[in-house]
């Protein structure tokens, strides 16, 4: 591994065990066993190493939400997969969800990023609505901008999912799929018979295929 990942993966462990803002490059670099002039070479300050991680969760979600092969190019199927690995994913970078406040006020560049991550996952939400309607899975809009606001009710609840978990002691859903269950229930409501029968069809096919969580 490249001394570059080495400190963005020694950085992700310990922002996440520590906090952000606990955490210097000395602490960085004592962890992987360099020189903290070796650190600085690579990354000179906290903002071009909070870039670097940046840009690696965008890769890594942004291939959640293209992944259509033939295997998930079912609409409902590839949501649900999208939604475990989102999980996942919060978990795997926590610090960046409980600190994203802090990184936007103190890092221009990210804030600016962010932004734009922000839209493209907006508009990738419309799609799947989108394809939703289109296969006869959900009902019509019961209201104009009622789907709207409902994308952007799903979109709080899985940004700010791992939020919840760490600051309320009394958090009683922290069990894997959680959060995909929440989310389903509020789409589920909208959705046709035929909505709904393929969603069972869905959860059966993975249950037994046993590839992945339900």
Not at 15 to 40: F, Q
Not at 44 to 57: G, H, R, S, T, V
Not at 127 to 132: E, G, L, R, T
Not at 174 to 183: L, P, Y
Request: aromatic share 10%; charged share 25%; glycine share 4%.
């Amino acid at each position: 591994m490249k001394t570059k990942d080495k400190i963005i993966n020694a950085a992700i462990g310990l922002y996440n065990e520590k906090g952000l803002s606990n955490i210097t490059s000395r602490h960085i670099a004592a962890k992987i066993g360099i020189s903290h002039g070796n650190l600085e070479y690579h990354f000179p300050n906290k903002e071009a190493l909070l870039l670097a991680i940046y840009d690696k969760m965008i890769r890594e979600v942004s291939g959640f939400y293209g992944e259509q092969d033939n295997d998930i190019s079912h609409p409902i199927e590839h949501l649900h997969r999208i939604l475990l690995r989102l999980e996942e994913f919060q978990g795997k970078y926590m610090f960046f969800n409980l600190d994203v406040l802090e990184i936007s006020r103190s890092n221009s560049q990210v804030k600016r990023l962010l932004e734009d991550t922000l839209q493209i996952r907006k508009a990738q939400m419309v799609s799947i609505f989108s394809k939703f309607i289109e296969s006869k899975y959900m009902k019509p809009e019961p209201a104009k901008g009622y789907y709207e606001r409902l994308q952007h009710t799903i979109r709080i609840l899985i940004t700010f999912w791992k939020s919840q978990e760490a600051v309320l002691s009394n958090f009683d859903y922290n069990q894997n799929g959680e959060m995909m269950k929440h989310v389903w229930e509020l789409l589920l409501p909208h959705f046709t018979i035929e909505g709904h029968n393929q969603y069972q069809l869905v959860i059966n096919k993975l249950k037994s295929n046993n590839s992945i969580s339900v």
